[in-house]
């Protein structure tokens, strides 16, 4: 495989390329030029703080030279502030530039800055073009594919508790191009780096299923140089991760509810993992709980292990299948088990509230068998329970 890799996301007009590589965020200059060429002369960038100044820069200095006035908005990304005040701040901001329906919106940062920016501009002005670079290996591999955007909303319960409830808000809206920059990894710190793994294992445990065979073999055969963020190792990492995300959401852009298939199988480890990120009090180490709260590949790494847990209980799955998950789980630094979770009830409460949630039914994604999972809606209640059992340390 060469330097610079490319993967397109086909999906007819909406189609885009993802650019992966070391330097590739120079190539925002071609993507920008037909933008321009069809009047584009503004630009509104929303930056992630945690990001090196350099790669902002760098955004102005290519805008600059196209003629294009870049406006930075930097946010500290954190699950409360992907919220509607955010949004609507962003929103008076943009519209304060003078930004017009051909200028594009730049999302320069991890998930919560991709989707708020995503979202901004899938309904500025009725929709106005966004070009995502993710400067995440969670990003890189998920949340930057596939036009989900949206924010948090929090919600108070009839008992007078409150709830955020994760991306109830959003809308589809897929980016002109991804840019993804392997340089840009170097900021992140360990914990981070080890949260986006999380999500490349998942689709590892979902690979057979989705027609890319051989992903989980892959990254077991390369768990050395994965965990220690080899930076070839990881562009490859990227380049085969986003292949099957770009295919998965090829066929299902929208995740088809009637399906219980398709996009809704990269949910695997999620709604479980959705119960318990947003507790605040819970740590990926039980013997240090200033970590707390989890980060969102902490907590799919733990719904993983409990989805899995919870087929054996419903289905009788091969328990080999989650011992091979956590030994790969632990290998790569994430945790395997939790302290603190409430009860089983309380547990199982929250994950209807998950968007995944239909009426009457939770919806969990288990593995039927070595890298293939369903979508299951009547899974019984005490499966759940024996799937949080088995992440409570
Ligand atoms: N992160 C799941 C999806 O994009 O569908």
Not at 371 to 377: F, H, L, P, R, S
Request: hydrophobic residues 40%; negative net charge; contains cysteine.
């Amino acid at each position: 495989m060469s330097n610079d890799r490319s993967v397109h996301v086909d999906l007819a007009d909406r189609g885009y390329d993802i650019l992966i590589g070391s330097g590739v965020l120079s190539k925002l200059e071609a993507v920008l030029n037909p933008m321009h060429s069809k009047g584009a002369r503004r630009a509104f960038v929303l930056v992630d703080s945690g990001v090196p100044d350099r790669f902002a820069d760098q955004i102005t200095t290519i805008t600059q030279s196209l003629g294009i006035k870049s406006t930075l908005a930097t946010i500290t990304p954190t699950e409360s502030i992907k919220s509607i005040q955010t949004y609507q701040s962003l929103l008076v901001h943009i519209a304060s530039t003078g930004h017009s329906r051909v200028d594009p919106v730049i999302a320069l940062g991890g998930g919560i800055v991709g989707d708020l920016a995503g979202f901004v501009a899938s309904s500025y002005r009725r929709g106005v073009p966004v070009i995502q670079c993710p400067t995440t290996l969670l990003s890189m591999v998920d949340a930057s594919v596939g036009g989900k955007t949206g924010f948090n909303l929090r919600i108070t319960n009839p008992d007078g508790s409150e709830d955020l409830l994760k991306n109830l808000v959003g809308a589809f809206w897929q980016p002109q191009c991804v840019i993804a920059d392997i340089d840009t990894l170097d900021s992140l710190d360990p914990r981070q780096r080890r949260s986006g793994l999380s999500e490349c294992i998942k689709h590892g445990f979902i690979s057979a299923g989705v027609g890319q065979e051989g992903l989980l073999d892959w990254m077991i055969q390369h768990l050395d140089a994965i965990s220690s963020f080899e930076p070839a190792t990881m562009a490859e990492l990227a380049e085969r991760n986003v292949a099957l995300k770009a295919s998965v959401v090829a066929l299902d852009e929208r995740e088809d509810t009637s399906k219980l298939g398709g996009r809704m199988l990269l949910n695997f480890g999620h709604t479980f993992g959705h119960a318990i990120e947003t507790l605040d009090n819970l740590s990926p180490d039980p013997s240090n709980p200033s970590l707390a709260p989890l980060h969102h590949g902490e907590a799919v790494a733990l719904g993983m292990v409990a989805a899995c847990r919870a087929a054996e209980h419903a289905s009788g799955l091969d328990p080999e299948i989650g011992n091979e998950m956590i030994s790969i789980l632990k290998h790569a630094g994430l945790p395997v088990q939790v302290g603190g979770l409430p009860s089983n009830q309380d547990l199982v409460e929250r994950m209807s509230h998950d968007k995944k949630a239909t009426a009457n039914t939770i919806r969990v994604v288990i593995p039927t068998s070595r890298g293939k999972c369903i979508v299951v809606e009547d899974a019984p209640v005490e499966s759940l329970e024996a799937g949080f059992d088995a992440i409570r340390a």
